[in-house]
């Protein structure tokens, strides 16, 4: 259609000036203009052109949308947008003010946002919307778009949310409305837009209004031609204010990009391309190549994922033209000082459509997609193509807003940080609504009690975690002023364990917290103090009464028959567990509490001693411990962590430990082995009977109730869903027999080693003091670890009864699916069984609705001021990445990089080095399959930190962007006693440096050579 309207244009239309960017294309302007005037007068009574948006009174922001009204404005000034119309939104108004009860439109709801009634009335305003069917001369104007516009739109119509709010300087809807891709046919259009506007309804939306003071609003709809994209991403044309730094200057605009439709990337739901290029030039100044396995495309029965031919997933998604492109629309759209923005593209190549085609054919040569220029780092993204080549290809503006945050987290403000650094590795992603419900309860109560034990004063009203996203996040600020007032507990000493600040970071905490008096702890102290030296000395005896306790809880649960109960017995005994929850999550933080109490302890002791020892693990066995090795407080917290190391009867190791010795069984039985290796075993019954069946089963029912992701209640555990641990018993069989034992070696010998070199250089007295300190920082470290199992069980207990409330809510609706009770908050199940009133079908529908749009977001920075960025900020460039040495040793190994969900577990090969965004502790079993552990997330005092040093494998935590910087099959050396993971150069590998005495190797394979080996 395009060929066609250009071959009709008259000489002296030819002549005007083509502001598209690509070669021998027209201005889409004329182009839209051309094509609207052919729409059939049924059309035209309902949907106006997009290029007129934003033009005229009737046409405003205020009829049609914010985001209707930028692109008729880019349209108008001849930037390429696909062709597209415009629903104005007083048709939104007219429905809700025609079929909604009073009290359930918009303005009300924002001024009801956060209540129980806001949720239930906005419950019900949603699926009336989606139920409703739109005027029946809407429908035919929609029947008569698609019939004429079928031919020219293969990939169908995308349907977008404009709401008179939206892509503003000071609101923008990204993320929390709704948008709609391949839709075809009349039906589907229809559909959609109920979609579009029933989005307007869900919790996070209201709340995001009500907070940006928006009192009303009204939702325009924009239908808009597909792209048959070959690539597609986001541009963000300069940093917003607070995100300039060593990952992005101020000089830099940000690009990332995928194969196929460019919606995984802006939700954040694919690793992406990330490239950073000059201003001035477009030069592509830093870039990161991901692994593009999968693409999504527009197929015959709608929008699919299919696979990219492996020679094509390595390869940058964009070329120098499609570069050269979005480098000249940024400079055009920033013209008057205008910016930064956020802009979504996409690029249609030579081919429309053939990555689809290719990537069907597995085998088949991948061809030219976007286009084959793969610009180097410091190559310019400029020049014409060669004569006779292909014509460049197009890229297109899909959307552009200013690049704008969204609300404030509850209790935040402008200066408020926040962190999942730590509070990431036990609940990744976004959190079901039972699951946050509860965890909030549980983490409040537990932080109160716990400031409380310490003689703090925790402020009335204090939010101490909130929910960005879906996520789980700690207010630091809130958080460290409160721990300001027990001397020692300081930024760098808290955050330097559990990660996630950096030193700018932690200097702001500082200066946040450094008026905070300490008056009130020195007053209490002479009351305080000695209760929290007697409930330290007791906590092993309070701990042993508490499992004896849970212990009968959890028989007496899974003797009880709960199909037999009435709803408000099942009503109680949720209640009843989770007070038992409450009390387990409370004992914990005493735990943890005392281990990070005696960890402070150790490290001050160790400080006294720092210019008097040498290091074990040093290279020339003389630098001293504050030496120029790095500073002194981060090599004393390392030395604490080894000395601590070797602790026995760790329940955190437990898991790998005991699935390593099944391996060692499964090895030793033939038939059992050939099963597993084929992949024929889904449970212990599809083995052959044998001490190897009869070891997993044992397995199952000791650690049944844990999971990869286990502190989320609607993660299925092991016992009812074994296939991680299979996967994971799997990829131990494809290597030597390992030893668990000889690994648990690995870190009591490192440990005897440095305590060894210690006695060499202090007194008796310091000798014993250094002995009792590490003693007690092993025995609350066994306590921590063992309250987090209990943790586990509860929740495993939780969501059994959570499970029996399901089956009665799809009794009285069956239109519910499977896992509805999840998509409830505790408080909501509990007044519901004792009121024995279960409506909750309209919230469950709304709560998943929600759900599903945070899952698709992409992560927030795992630390961040005011409010969450909109931006993911690119992985450090260079060979070099730094993060915090969690585990000791020095290894070299192929990278295996797991993605979020932890799929293909079993890929895993020995000797591999595990990255992830965060190693949840249901995979610690790869642990003594692996060479070595990186991950995004996490402290040197995480859980799975604590388990890869009683390992003995070298582990760096907390390290940006490593999933993004490092892809499957990199060759890494990973040094866990600095934190340093350097990406080597096949073709020139430096030579390893000389083995250190006593560091620990990780668990060897062909994947991985130990640069230094533990003493036997």
């Known amino acids: 259609m395009i060929a066609a309207v250009r071959a009709s244009q008259a000489p002296d239309q030819a002549a005007e000036p083509c502001y598209f960017l690509g070669n021998d294309v027209a201005d889409p302007t004329r182009i839209a203009r051309a094509e609207s005037a052919t729409d059939p007068p049924s059309v035209r009574e309902w949907l106006k052109p997009l290029e007129s948006a934003g033009q005229r009174r009737s046409t405003s922001a205020k009829r049609v949308g914010g985001k209707a009204a930028s692109l008729g404005r880019l349209l108008r000034d001849g930037f390429p947008v696909p062709r597209g119309w415009v629903l104005d939104a007083r048709c939104f108004t007219e429905l809700v003010d025609r079929q909604l009860p009073r009290g359930h439109d918009l303005a009300t709801l924002i001024r009801l946002s956060g209540t129980k009634v806001g949720v239930d009335r906005a419950a019900r305003a949603r699926d009336r919307i989606l139920s409703e069917p739109l005027p029946e001369t809407l429908s035919a104007a929609l029947q008569a ?18 709401a008179t709010c939206e892509d503003s300087d000071e609101t923008s809807m990204a993320g929390l409305a709704t948008s709609v891709l391949g839709v075809r046919g009349d039906a589907e259009l229809d559909a959609a837009i109920r979609q579009v506007w029933a989005s307007a309804f869900l919790p996070r939306a209201l709340a995001y209004l009500a907070h940006a003071g928006v009192r009303d609003v009204a939702m325009g709809v924009v239908l808009q031609v597909m792209v048959r994209a070959e690539a597609a991403g986001v541009l963000f044309t300069a940093p917003p204010a607070g995100l300039e730094g060593e990952h992005w200057r101020a000089g830099e605009r940000l690009v990332n990009a995928t194969l196929g439709l460019g919606a995984p990337v802006v939700d954040g739901a694919v690793a992406a391309d990330t490239l950073r290029i000059a201003r001035g030039g477009g030069k592509v100044v830093a870039s990161a190549v991901a692994q593009k396995r999968r693409a999504l495309v527009v197929g015959a029965a709608g929008l699919e994922e299919v696979a990219v031919p492996a020679a094509r997933a390595d390869r940058p998604a964009l070329g120098e033209a499609a570069l050269r492109q979005l480098a000249e629309l940024a400079e055009r759209l920033e013209q008057g000082g205008k910016g930064p923005f956020d802009v979504e593209f996409a690029v249609e190549g030579e081919d429309p459509g053939r990555l689809a085609d290719d990537a069907v054919a597995e085998g088949e040569d991948p061809g030219r997609l976007a286009d084959d220029a793969a610009p180097a780092e410091g190559a310019p993204a400029e020049g014409a193509p060669a004569e006779g080549a292909p014509a460049e290809p197009r890229v297109w503006l899909l959307q552009v807003r200013p690049v704008s945050g969204g609300g404030f987290p509850e209790g935040g403000g402008a ?74 507990l300081s930024p760098r000493a808290l955050l330097g364990m559990s990660g996630g600040a950096s030193d700018q970071l932690i200097a702001r905490l500082a200066e946040q917290s450094a008026g905070v008096s300490r008056r009130r702890f020195y007053a209490r102290l002479p009351l305080t103090g000695p209760r929290l030296l007697l409930r330290q000395a007791r906590l092993e005896r309070e701990v042993a009464a508490y499992e004896g306790e849970a212990l009968w809880a959890q028989r007496a649960l899974s003797e009880l028959d709960m199909t037999l109960l009435p709803d408000d017995a099942i009503g109680t005994t949720l209640r009843s567990v989770f007070l038992l929850l409450e009390r387990t999550g409370t004992l914990m933080l005493h735990c943890a509490s005392a281990s990070l109490a005696s960890h402070l302890a150790l490290c001050k002791a160790l400080e006294r001693v720092a210019g008097r020892r040498a290091s074990a693990r040093s290279a020339s066995g003389e630098a001293p411990l504050d030496g120029p090795a790095g500073r002194a407080e981060t090599n004393v917290e390392h030395l604490a962590q080894v000395l601590a190391g070797g602790v026995r009867e760790l329940d955190s190791a437990g898991p790998g430990i005991e699935l390593a010795r099944v391996a060692e069984l499964v090895m030793l039985d033939r038939a059992s082995r050939e099963r597993l290796l084929a992949g024929e075993v889904r449970g ?36 009812e869903d074994p296939a991680p641990v299979i996967a994971m018993l799997t990829a131990s069989l494809r290597g030597a027999p390992g030893d668990p034992e000889r690994a648990l070696a690995r870190a009591r010998a490192l440990a005897d080693r440095e305590m060894a070199m210690l006695e060499t250089r202090v007194s008796r007295v310091e000798l014993a003091l250094l002995r009792t300190l590490v003693g007690r920082a092993q025995r609350y470290v066994r306590l921590r670890e063992r309250m987090r199992t209990w943790v586990t069980r509860v929740l495993g207990m939780l969501r059994k009864v959570a499970l029996d409330i ?80 969690a585990s000791p040793g020095v290894v070299e190994g192929r990278a295996r990089v797991l993605e979020p969900g932890a799929p293909s577990l079993d890929a895993v090969a020995p000797g591999e080095v595990l990255v992830a965004r965060t190693t949840d502790i249901g995979l610690s079993p790869l642990f003594l399959v692996a060479a070595a552990v990186v991950t995004e997330l996490g402290g040197p005092m995480s859980h799975a930190s604590i388990v890869a040093r009683e390992y003995g494998i070298p582990a760096v935590v907390n390290v940006p962007g490593a999933t993004l910087a490092i892809k499957t099959g990199d060759r890494l050396r990973v040094d866990g006693d600095r934190g340093v993971i350097e990406r080597l150069n096949e073709r020139d590998e430096r030579a390893a440096p000389p083995s250190p005495n006593g560091a620990a190797g990780g668990a060897q394979g062909d994947g991985a050579a130990p640069l230094a080996a533990p003493p036997e």
Do not use: K
């Not at 778009?145 to 404009?162: D, F, H, K, M, N």
């Not at 199940?829 to 009121?835: D, K, P």
């Not at 469950?844 to 899952?855: G, I, N, S, W």
């Open 145 to 162: 778009l698609w019939q004429t516009i079928a031919p020219e739109a293969p990939w169908g119509l995308a349907v977008r949310s404009s």
């Open 415 to 488: 200066d408020t940080i926040w962190s999942r650094a730590n509070v990431g590795e036990a609940l990744p992603g976004a959190a079901t609504p039972l699951t946050w419900s509860v965890a909030r309860a549980f983490s409040d109560r537990g932080f109160r009690e716990a400031f409380a034990a310490l003689g703090c004063r925790v402020p009335r009203g204090a939010r101490l975690v909130a929910n960005v996203h879906g996520r789980f996040y700690l207010n630091l600020t809130a958080f460290m002023q409160i721990a300001a007032q027990v001397p020692g």
């Open 684 to 719: 212990p019954r599809d083995l052959p009977e044998g001490p190897a069946r009869d070891a997993l089963a044992r397995f199952l029912d000791a650690y049944g109730d844990r999971a990869v992701r286990e502190a989320e209640l609607a993660t299925p555990r092991w016992r």
């Open 806 to 885: 399901d089956r009665r809510l799809l009794r009285i609706e069956p239109s519910l699916l499977p896992g509805s009770v999840f998509f409830c908050t505790y408080e909501e199940l509990v007044t519901a069984l004792s009121s024995g009133r279960a409506d909750v079908g309209h919230v469950v529908r709304l709560r998943r609705a929600e759900h599903l749009r945070d899952a698709a977001r992409p992560d927030p920075p795992a630390t961040f001021i005011g409010r969450p960025p909109p931006v993911v900020l690119p992985p450090a460039s260079g060979v070099r990445l730094l993060g915090l040495p």
